[in-house]
């Protein structure tokens, strides 16, 4: 199992916003991709994380280029309640 991290800092104002946006687009674009096992949205005051589950780190990465994947963070990015966004980290789960 991979385990797939991405975090960012909305602005607190429109957390409403941001998390519309995860239900209704980002879960699910990452429920259509092939090899995804789950998905947590885990908040912290102005802090999101995203974690994701994936069969094998061939079906993570397939994520990371998919056409579907992409326009979803150009929408989210262009929403504009994303203040701060880390690049997604990737690795085995030890379980």
Known sequence: MIVRLWRATIDPGR??????????RSLPMFRSHSGFQGCAFLRDGADRTV??????AED?????????YRETVAAIMAAGFIQTA??????????
């Open 51 to 56: 974690i994701t589950l994936w069969a094998s």
């Open 15 to 24: 957390a409403e916003e941001y998390e519309r946006f995860a239900n209704e």
């Open 86 to 95: 880390e690049e997604a980290v990737t690795g085995q789960a030890l379980v």
């Open 60 to 68: 993570a990465a397939a994520l990371e280029i998919s056409d579907r």
